[in-house]
């Protein structure tokens, strides 16, 4: 199956800093990717749908500017957590919508801001 | 609206003995269905997947799943459960269009005793 990567799995980070989270579609071509946010013990949210070559749709109650999101190939986006707090610690996961219309998931990454 | 019911929060089953998850959607149009699974800091692997034809699909792992359309249902089920599937199961329903995401249940723990 189409696989997807994030990288980096795990970062800590000092309140106030900013975090990239790179999200890639390692063998299939992706023209739109999603953000997740998962907090422990509960479902995934939906955060924003990122569309290649334009701006990213937020949920309502997302801060757009908070977390900024850049999709600039087929096979990569990445969502910027800026000046970053500790109640933005939580697990944030993307996945890669292929053009049969499935969706892959990558493993995660785990923030923890102090 | 569109939404997923997973009434189950958590199960627990002795292994060898079979396994039901329970899935009702609320959808507008023609569903595709999904079943994903997490295992504690991981992120989602694909179970199987509904989109049309055959309303009894086959996943990985010895898993499967029905679709049945007039009780709005897609119950995973499996005949022999073992240890290593003690996990968080997510149901999730969504469309064949291009931008729209996922919707997921609130997820159905299963744990597996000796």
């Known amino acids: 199956g189409a696989v997807v990567s994030q990288h980096p799995s795990r970062v800590i980070c000092k309140s106030g800093t900013s975090v990239k989270i790179e999200c890639r579609s390692l063998?299939?071509?992706?023209?739109?990717m999603f953000w997740y946010r998962q907090f422990p013990k509960q479902s995934l949210m939906l955060m924003a749908t990122?569309?290649?070559?334009?701006?990213?749709?937020?949920e309502q109650g997302v801060e757009k500017d908070k977390f900024l999101i850049n999709h600039a190939s087929l096979t990569l986006s990445t969502l910027t957590v800026t000046s970053a707090h500790p109640e933005d610690s939580s697990f944030y996961i993307c996945?890669?919508?292929?053009?049969?219309?499935?969706?892959?998931f990558g493993p995660g990454t785990r923030l923890t801001v102090l | 609206a569109q939404s997923v019911t997973q009434p189950d929060i958590h199960i627990t089953v002795s292994e060898g003995a079979s396994l039901e998850l329970r899935c009702n959607y609320s959808?507008?149009?023609?569903?595709?269905l999904f079943w994903y699974v997490q295992s504690p800091g991981q992120g989602l692997q694909l179970l199987l997947k509904?989109?049309?034809?055959?309303?009894l699909v086959q996943g990985i792992k010895g898993f499967e799943a029905e679709f049945k359309r007039s009780q709005s249902s897609f119950n995973l089920r499996k005949p022999s459960v073992h240890w290593s599937d003690a996990a968080e199961y997510f149901c999730?329903?969504?469309?064949?269009?291009?931008?729209?995401?996922?919707?997921f249940g609130k997820g159905t723990r299963l744990s597996v005793i000796a």
């Open positions: 063998d299939f071509q992706a023209t739109t």
């Open positions: 990122s569309n290649e070559g334009s701006k990213a749709t937020y």
């Open positions: 509904y989109f049309s034809g055959d309303t």
């Open positions: 959808y507008g149009a023609t569903p595709y």
């Open positions: 996945s890669a919508r292929t053009l049969a219309g499935e969706q892959f």
């Open positions: 999730a329903v969504g469309s064949n269009s291009g931008n729209t995401p996922l919707v």
